[in-house]
């Protein structure tokens, strides 16, 4: 990264900075509050003396306490300067000036989409900055705002400081010099709390200041913010230049608060004006009347009133600059805001100014003040109220539990408080222990440190990984009291439960209550957790349970296990034997790091305000109601002496919403998609506008009163439902690279007028007759092969594959993006790549009839496809033609006679023939044939809207480039592995637990069908004798594999040396060892794959990084992460293209109904349990739930056969099962589009058996009943679903 532009003289500023040795990293950002944000309480030290020796140097001495109880004094001494002027600002080379010396202290950005070179520009006078401040403003009037920003406001307000207002949003100051010119401006009016009506703010301030105490603070505490804050400073970098081209155009009508942002970096550490010297008090006179002594002080007391002295520093000088000023001086007021969080700090700001009796004649002017002191909420309220058009207020961080009450009174437990924050309000969560505690807790083993991961489907139950010996050990953490406030990523610390109420076994889970959510004390957890508590948590499980039912893309493999996918044990022994396993379960006692940088996206739910408040009992559902399934709540109407119900959401909703006392603030309840995330409370401003929107939002933090985390809003994506708003919604959710490659990206990349020629080391291969085949219409060909014939009978075979390696080189920005991106990502109407698309669909692609370059593995073999010998080349080759597959197929079927002389027929059949001896030689070595419910959507042309759905039809080409892509990724590996045992990039596929296979074992029993998974060779032998049994329904033995599939796990990335040999083999290919090498295009392992080759033949030396095992372990992780977001994004990307085809019409509900087979997965059978079961339409890929709505729970004539995998509905009279449904049974559906309030979902009816779906009715009026069924769902004509159903 580069550096921070720095004053002139660059190794002053590199000097170390003071508090990088004694500064806690163990911080709990959830204990945030009004004092004492940023800074550690703990290391305390005597107030330092220093005394100013020279200009030049000032030692300060600090004493601290050493682990074996004594006193150690340490002396810094510091460089000071009195030539740093006002701070540095970047500015483009050329345009700047200044004082940048050289190529020191330079920088790169970023800048409408082109590299920028930046200079350091220093502000050696106060008329320079007076110059930058008021170029940005009008100097005819107004007031020019200088902000200095302490340590909090850089890690939880960067949205606030990253905002800039567009150009487009300006468009009312065009109206309002209409009006001005028509004599309507009412800028005068008495009314009007602003002389400057007509202000629009485009940022926060005019300029910045960024001292070097807060970036150093910044970066110990938060990387990831201390990014941003540098990014920031470099995109504003040529600032400057636009401020003069717009500067005219912007300074009309009363003045605009400038064009852009500013930032200045000041180097308050070394600048001799903003030290600390002998005499200062870390206390406020407030505090001191109160009877406060002065008695240690904290380093960060120090820095504080360093960043006090540098909001000073600024102000004396703007004063008396404008003092001297005698033209002009008074027509433009400056105002320098000290922005803190802080209370504390605040309140010296004011004690540590002049008296009243020192303070200059005309200081009434400024309030007596050179600066003020500001929380950021005041300050955006303030700009809000000088330019109301100005939607700052949201973005806003949060750290309190909302004040007021509820707008609906009658759902919550206790009230919010008054005007204070927190009064009152009882805490909802344990407090976490402090940082003290933790650091010995951690130190004895008592508390143990990790990253909390939260389940796929809960944000109540997770794990954290801790190490136990050499073995990484799973510990489960369920429950809201254990949880205790931890976010998915967070860092904390866990104290392990008493082994009696640990989990009975991995799969089993237990039954919830040894573990219970809380403490393991049962009885001290519901005594803790009160009635309306127990219904939020019911209400999350519930509505969990219902996303978990929905209709939609069926799954291809299961979730990779924990062994699977990190190598971590979920079990441990707990008896000398080794026998008896369990699973370590422990509670949360503290936050060491919080993970609350990232952008959640989902949808707020609002209860109605214009609507009365009505009782308890007509709005919260009872305890039996919410004992029913979450779709229950959506579907019941409301009729005469019905009970009114309602969603999950709502009734979160209108237990946390409420307005605020300022009357322009409100709290609402943000919903993340993301189910491993809780609900967060919003205040915002623009509650009506955000609803039905799609929005992101950060979380800011957890207090313990607090029964949700606190977040502020950051943008909108747009309507809730569109193809294009989730589209980006999904991104968001999977965390897929989007965003447009940066220019130093680009920077990368061959001229425009590149050649391909050969060169030296590289073979020329370009005589022999190389032929892709790929699916219509491929752009990325990243493979390509030949087959001839050889003199002494043999055939040559050769896979070739582009060479990614020649244009991306190791280290570069270019490889650095792929190895973050990691893979391309195929969504139904678009591609995101992993390379530029210079690279993707041209340089690197194999296209027919011109030049490229590759890396070819020839074998040769004989004619029975036994291999003689291999070879690995670097090379150059001239493919002849760029088949698809139907192609490639109409060449396998063409009879002999007619392929006399057909170069590409010879070579396809050839290739053909061999693919189908090195298959069955796989197949009979164990290798599965599975399948997958994969589906392909026909979209219009214009809209990319799906007008059908196809399944893909497979030809035994593509057979036969599996097989050659399959040989050469063997082959790969096997020949890095000689080279590099310990370094390879392999790839595994883990032998499936058998519990996994369990369910679907005993469900094949019910068709006669027996299912042996010792290995993957008995399961291959299982899954063809099935074929047999089920040979009048071929679709039953796709079915079985599908399904066998599902009970995998997927395969993972893995570097060779973390695991041991056995552990290598690929379980699905019967391979010993398997990696991927045969697509670098749209994959990053299979670039490492080809460094590592071409390293082990000698023709490039390895890349420094990859012979590190830490790092091929993350880039691994990241790899596999990556890799299934794809999958995961692509499988939701054809989902909601399945909803817009089933949705059809112009309301998007029911002008898509389509009636279909479908085949029974499952069926719940389980007592007192809602009848349904789960079905797969092979015809679109659809699973979905279908639930049995008119048989009641208790109904006497439901027969449930869990035996046999099987409902019934017997003649109440006779017993006779009159119809009955059980696995892979073939049914009717209907398939249609319900509508909620946040989202769509598919449902699935039944309408054969026609006795389950309406048993209470006769047959000739099943039809009818079915229809009056499905338009009651979507709302409507429900009094006419009461006639028929009586």
Not at 1230 to 1235: A, D, G, K, N, Q
Not at 1240 to 1245: A, M, N, Q, R, S
Request: with cysteine; glycine share 8%.
């Amino acid at each position: 990264m580069t550096p921070i532009p720095t004053p002139p003289d660059d190794e002053m500023m590199a000097v170390h900075h003071p508090d990088d040795d004694d500064h806690d990293d163990d911080h709990d950002d959830d204990d945030h509050d009004d004092d004492r944000d940023c800074h550690d309480d703990h290391d305390r030290s005597p107030v330092p003396t220093p005394v100013l020796t020279s200009l030049h140097t000032l030692p300060t001495r600090r004493y601290h306490l050493t682990r074996r109880g004594k006193i150690a004094q340490s002396t810094t001494e510091r460089y000071l300067r009195d030539d740093l002027g006002f701070g540095t600002v970047l500015v483009p080379d050329g345009n700047g000036g200044g004082r940048g010396r050289g190529g020191r202290g330079r920088t790169d950005a970023t800048i409408a989409g082109k590299i920028v070179r930046l200079v350091p520009r220093t502000l050696g006078e106060v008329s320079s900055l007076w110059e930058l401040l008021t170029r940005r403003n009008d100097d005819d009037g107004g007031t020019v705002r200088l902000a200095v920003v302490d340590t909090n406001i850089l890690l939880h307000h960067m949205d606030v400081l990253e905002y800039l207002r567009d150009d487009d949003d300006d468009d009312d100051d065009d109206n309002d010099e209409n009006e001005n010119e028509n004599g309507n401006d009412d800028a005068t009016s008495p009314s009007k709390p602003n002389p400057h009506p007509r202000r629009r703010h485009r940022s926060i301030a005019d300029a910045i200041v960024v001292p070097q105490t807060a970036l150093e603070e910044c970066r110990h505490r938060s990387l990831v913010m201390y990014r941003r804050i540098v990014d920031l400073i470099r995109s504003s970098g040529d600032d400057a230049t636009r401020a003069d081209d717009k500067g005219r155009k912007q300074k009309k009508n009363g003045g605009g608060s400038g064009s852009e942002r500013c930032f200045i970096v000041f180097a308050d550490v070394h600048h001799v004006d903003t030290q600390i010297f002998h005499g200062w008090k870390g206390v406020s006179k407030a505090d001191e009347e109160e009877g406060v002594e002065d008695g240690t002080t904290t380093i960060n007391d120090e820095n504080d009133a360093r960043l006090r002295n540098v909001a000073r520093f600024y102000g004396e000088a703007l004063y008396d600059y404008r003092r001297r000023r005698r033209t002009g001086a008074r027509n433009a007021n400056a105002e320098v805001v000290f922005l803190t969080d802080d209370a504390q700090s605040r309140r010296l700001a004011s004690s540590e100014q002049p008296p009243p009796d020192e303070r200059p004649g005309d200081a009434a002017d400024r309030g007596g003040l050179y600066y003020r002191a500001r929380s950021m909420r005041d300050h955006v309220s303030l700009l809000q109220k000088e330019d109301p058009s100005l939607t700052l207020l949201d973005l806003v961080a949060q750290f309190h539990s909302a004040p007021g009450p509820p707008m609906s009174e009658g759902i919550r437990g206790k009230d919010g408080g008054g005007d204070d924050d927190s009064g009152g309000r009882a805490a909802c969560y344990p407090p976490h222990l402090s940082s003290q505690t933790l650091s010995r807790g951690l130190q004895t083993n008592r508390y143990y440190q990790g990253i909390y991961r939260s389940d796929r489907d809960s944000h109540t139950e997770g794990y954290v990984t801790i190490r136990r010996g050499e073995d990484r050990v799973a510990v489960v953490i369920r429950g809201k009291a254990d949880v205790n406030r931890a976010v998915d990523g967070d860092i904390v610390a866990i104290e392990l439960h008493s082994v009696d109420l640990w989990l009975g076994g991995a799969r089993n889970g237990g039954d919830g209550s040894d573990s219970g959510g809380g403490g393991g004390d049962g009885d001290e957890e519901k005594e803790r957790g009160s009635q309306s508590q127990t219904a939020d948590d019911r209400n999350e499980g519930h509505d969990r349970q219902t996303k978990k039912d929905d209709a939609g893309i069926a799954a291809d493999t299961a979730e990779p296990s924990l062994r699977d996918a990190e190598n971590i044990a979920e079990e441990v022994a707990v008896d000398d034997e080794g026998e008896e396993l369990r699973r370590p379960t422990a509670k949360i006692v503290g936050i060491i790091r919080r993970n609350f940088h990232k952008n959640y996206c989902g949808s707020i739910c609002t209860i109605a305000v214009s609507a009365a408040a009505p009782e308890e009992d007509d709005i919260a559902p009872s305890e039996t109601e919410l004992a029913r399934p979450a779709a229950a709540f959506e579907s019941e109407s409301k009729m005469e002496g019905e009970r009114t119900t309602m969603h999950p959401h709502d009734v979160i909703a209108a237990k946390h919403e409420r307005e605020h006392p300022d009357g322009v603030t409100s709290t609402v309840v943000f919903f993340p998609i993301d189910n491993r995330i809780p609900p967060i409370l919003l205040r915002t401003t623009q509650r009506d506008r955000l609803i039905g929107m799609r929005i992101l939002v950060s979380m800011d933090s957890w207090p313990a009163e607090s029964e949700y985390p606190l977040g502020h809003y950051v943008k909108t994506l747009g309507v809730t439902g569109t193809k294009e708003t989730e589209t980006q919604v999904l991104l968001q959710e999977f965390r897929i690279p989007c965003e447009p490659f940066p220019a130093k990206v680009l920077a990368c990349l061959p001229p425009a007028d590149y050649k391909i020629e050969l060169e030296p080391g590289r073979t020329d291969l370009r005589h022999l007759p190389v032929l892709s085949i790929d699916p219509p219409g491929c752009k990325d060909i990243d493979d390509a092969l030949h087959c001839i014939e050889l003199p002494n009978g043999n055939w040559q075979v050769g896979v070739h594959i582009a060479d990614v390696t020649h244009y991306v080189e190791a280290g570069t920005a270019i490889d650095l993006e792929a190895a973050n991106r990691s893979t391309s990502t195929y969504l139904v109407n678009k591609r995101l790549d992993m390379l530029p698309s210079l690279l993707t669909t041209d340089l690197c692609s194999l296209k027919g009839n011109v030049d490229r370059f590759a890396f070819s593995v020839l074998w040769e073999v004989t004619p029975e496809a036994e291999i003689v010998n291999v070879d690995f080349k670097k090379s150059i080759i001239h493919s002849i033609a760029a088949l698809t597959y139907q192609q490639a197929q109409a060449l396998i079927d063409k009879p002999e006679k007619d392929c006399k002389g057909d170069i590409q027929a010879g070579a396809v059949k050839r290739l053909a023939k061999l693919a189908r001896k090195f298959r069955s030689r796989r197949i009979n070595a164990g290798a599965l044939t599975l399948a997958s419910p994969e589906v392909k959507f026909v979209l219009d042309s214009e809209s990319l809207n799906p007008t059908d759905v196809q399944a893909y039809t497979l030809y035994e080409a593509n057979a036969l480039v599996e097989e050659f892509m399959l040989l050469a990724n063997v082959t790969v590996a096997k020949k890095i592995l000689r080279h590099y045992p310990t370094l390879s990039i392999l790839r595994r596929h883990p032998a499936p637990n058998r519990s996994m296979f369990d369910g679907l074992i005993q469900k094949a029993k019910t068709r006669g069908i027996s299912i042996c998974i010792d290995d993957s060779k008995k399961l291959a032998d299982s899954l063809d004798a099935a074929a047999e049994i089920t040979s009048d329904d071929p679709y039953l033995n796709q079915l079985l594999r599908i399904l066998s599939t599902r009970c995998m796990s997927p395969a993972q990335y893995f570097c060779s040396g973390e695991y041991q040999a056995k552990d290598w083999h690929h379980y699905g290919l019967a391979a010993p060892v398997y990696t991927h090498f045969t697509s670098p295009i749209r994959r990053y392992a299979d670039v490492c794959v080809h460094r590592l080759l071409a390293a082990a033949i000698g023709v490039a030396p390895l890349p420094v990084f990859l012979s590190s095992k830490s790092y091929l372990h993350d880039l691994a992780a990241n790899m596999n992460r990556r890799h299934r977001a794809a999958q995961l994004a692509g499988r939701a990307s054809v989902q909601l293209h399945t909803l817009i085809f089933f949705a059809g019409g112009d309301e998007g509900e029911g002008g898509g109904v389509k009636e279909e087979d479908a085949y029974v997965l499952d069926v719940e059978t389980a007592s007192m349990s809602e009848p349904s079961f789960t079905v797969m339409v092979p015809r679109y890929g659809i699973e979905g739930r279908v639930r049995l709505t008119k048989i009641a729970i208790n109904d006497e004539c439901l027969v449930r056969d869990p035996e046999n995998h099987r409902l019934g509905y017997k003649d109440a009279a006779t017993g006779k099962i009159m119809a009955s449904v059980s696995v892979f049974d073939r049914v009717r559906v209907r398939i249609w589009v319900r509508s909620t309030r946040d989202r769509k979902e598919l449902v699935v009816d039944l309408l054969e058996p026609k006795i389950l779906a309406n048993p209470h009715v006769k047959d000739d009026d099943v039809d009818t009943e079915m229809g009056a069924s499905t338009v009651t769902s979507s709302g409507k004509k429900k009094k006419k679903k009461q006639r028929i159903s009586k």
